[in-house]
């Protein structure tokens, strides 16, 4: 792992803040799409165009790995890359929408958690919970901490709630390339892996699943869902580490 290819250049932060200032945009705009009755697809296929047309940006997804849609969208029991499709949202489906483009160059990573129609009281609490715990893991990040320390944080979030952590898929290094190392683990021991510096750049982005967390990939290759069929929720920053602590590079515009 070469410490210095994961630290950017001031210039290099900048045109990532771009990116993934424009990356949450697109999620600010879908907001009010989510509703019972609308496809993935058609969410999809909105989010392609306003990242084309009005952001005049790349949707990076498309052709990564073969992958032919701009977002994933990983309903109820999704864990992560789920495909868009044609199936409709129910009323009271959970969704996480991931979506990432690029803007000169630079990635831009984010994703977050919506609601079709009013959720159950569970899937509202491991929606919240989840939250808390990006949070929780994103507040640690300064100079001289450790990815181990940021992935404590998080852990104790998911387990005081009484939630599991996917240990399978991670954060990771972001910036001309779209995963770099490092890789992010969302559980950890304090003190332990990577000394955090200041100019690296990496998502955080833990999902955690309302029962167990095993979890299998469906046929298609790319779907993760959880093996149990229990909900699952993730959200994604995009984080710089700054001089004396953080930025995240992709705030959304309402500031939740």
Same mark, same amino acid.
């Given at each position: 792992m070469n410490n210095n290819r994961m630290i950017k250049t001031p210039e290099g932060i900048s045109k990532a803040r771009i990116a993934g200032k424009l990356a949450a945009r697109v999620l600010h705009m879908i907001t009010p799409y989510v509703v019972p009755g609308v496809t993935t697809n058609e969410l999809d296929r909105i989010c392609h165009d306003f990242i084309v047309n009005e952001l005049k940006a790349?949707?990076?997804?498309?052709? =990564?790995? !073969?992958?032919?849609?701009?977002?994933c969208t990983s309903v109820n029991h999704v864990i992560c890359h789920g495909i868009p499709s044609d199936k409709a949202l129910?009323?009271?489906d959970i969704v996480n929408i991931d979506v990432a483009l690029i803007k000169d160059g630079w990635y831009g990573d984010t994703s977050r958690m919506y609601y079709a129609g009013e959720p159950g009281i569970l899937a509202r609490r491991l929606t919240d919970t989840t939250y808390e715990a990006m949070m929780a893991g994103i507040e640690v990040v300064r100079p001289g901490a450790t990815l181990g320390d940021v992935g404590y944080a998080i852990a104790a979030v998911?387990?005081?709630?009484?939630?599991?952590?996917?240990?399978? =898929?991670? !954060?990771h290094g972001i910036g001309m390339g779209y995963h770099e190392d490092p890789q992010v683990l969302h559980y950890g021991e304090k003190g332990r892996g990577l000394v955090l510096q200041e100019g690296m750049l990496f998502t955080i982005?833990?999902?955690?699943?309302?029962?167990?967390?095993?979890?299998k990939v469906l046929p298609d290759g790319w779907t993760v869902v959880t093996k149990d069929h229990s909900l699952s929720a993730q959200?994604?920053?995009?984080?710089?580490?700054?001089?004396?602590g953080y930025e995240i590079l992709t705030p959304w515009p309402e500031h939740d």
């Open positions: 790349i949707p990076a997804n498309i052709g =990564y790995h !073969g992958y032919e849609k701009t977002t129910k009323k009271g998911a387990k005081r709630d009484g939630f599991s952590i996917v240990e399978e =898929y991670c !954060g982005e833990p999902m955690l699943n309302a029962g167990k967390k095993q979890n959200w994604e920053h995009m984080v710089a580490v700054t001089k004396d």
